[in-house]
């Protein structure tokens, strides 16, 4: 029964002069509920609310859990690269080369840091290719030139030549040129250089 209903049932009662104190309690608690019910609209929107608010805690769950597990795989990758013995800082390169699709700049840092001070060649061959994955990395590209112009490990300087011919880097062009005029570079070294140097002024 509505309030107009209500109302209409019981008029002789509104016309008297005073209602019971029994019957003007029920008529409050009636007329209270009548005027505070909630509107359907209202409670379609909470819903709504509520839902959109379970999808969200839903979903920020889901990425703190990716993101910790990247986390320590990051840890433990980062681990390896700095590892004192050679055969795990090149597992760990191997690792980054066949796990890591996006670009870290710890790790990446850290693979630098191998190109520039590591003293074992096929540590510094296989972070060469492994930094190869992210080619438009303007850090990268300058750090190969740099490696170019300092280092003095044959083999290295050879992937390092292929490296920058490759990425058709013509700022190498004045490390390969020294490369090519330096009397104690190896035959190889310098038949490479002289063939990348023309490759890139092509």
């Given at each position: 029964?509505?309030?107009?209903?209500?109302?209409?049932?019981?008029?002789?009662?509104?016309?008297?002069?005073?209602?019971?104190?029994?019957?003007?309690?029920?008529?409050?608690?009636?007329?209270?509920?009548?005027?505070?019910q909630?509107?359907?609209?209202?409670?379609?929107?909470?819903?709504?609310?509520?839902?959109?608010?379970?999808?969200?805690?839903v979903?920020?769950?889901?990425?703190?859990?990716?993101?910790?597990?990247?986390?320590?795989?990051?840890?433990?990758?980062?681990?390896?690269?700095?590892?004192?013995?050679?055969?795990?800082?090149?597992?760990?390169?191997?690792?980054f080369?066949?796990?890591?699709?996006?670009?870290?700049?710890?790790?990446?840092?850290?693979?630098?840091?191998?190109?520039?001070?590591?003293?074992?060649?096929?540590?510094?061959?296989?972070?060469?290719?492994?930094?190869?994955?992210?080619?438009?990395?303007?850090?990268?590209?300058?750090?190969?030139?740099?490696?170019?112009?300092?280092?003095?490990?044959?083999?290295v300087?050879?992937?390092?030549?292929?490296?920058?011919?490759?990425?058709?880097?013509?700022?190498?062009?004045?490390?390969?040129?020294?490369?090519?005029?330096?009397?104690q570079?190896?035959?190889?070294?310098?038949n490479?250089?002289?063939?990348?140097?023309?490759?890139?002024?092509?």
């Amino acid at each position: 029964m509505n309030l107009k209903e209500h109302i209409q049932q019981h008029k002789p009662a509104f016309n008297a002069e005073q209602m019971s104190a029994t019957s003007e309690v029920l008529f409050k608690e009636k007329l209270k509920k009548e005027l505070h019910q909630p509107k359907k609209s209202k409670v379609v929107y909470l819903q709504f609310i509520s839902v959109a608010a379970s999808i969200v805690l839903v979903l920020s769950v889901f990425f703190w859990m990716q993101n910790s597990e990247e986390s320590v795989a990051t840890k433990e990758l980062l681990a390896s690269l700095t590892d004192e013995s050679a055969g795990t800082r090149l597992e760990g390169v191997y690792k980054f080369d066949e796990e890591f699709k996006k670009e870290d700049s710890k790790i990446i840092n850290t693979l630098l840091k191998i190109l520039h001070e590591d003293a074992n060649a096929n540590v510094k061959i296989a972070t060469i290719e492994a930094l190869l994955k992210f080619p438009a990395n303007e850090t990268i590209r300058e750090n190969l030139i740099t490696a170019l112009e300092n280092e003095t490990i044959p083999l290295v300087q050879i992937k390092l030549i292929k490296t920058v011919s490759f990425l058709r880097e013509n700022r190498a062009q004045k490390p390969l040129e020294k490369i090519i005029n330096n009397k104690q570079t190896f035959p190889i070294v310098k038949n490479n250089a002289t063939l990348a140097m023309n490759q890139l002024k092509q």
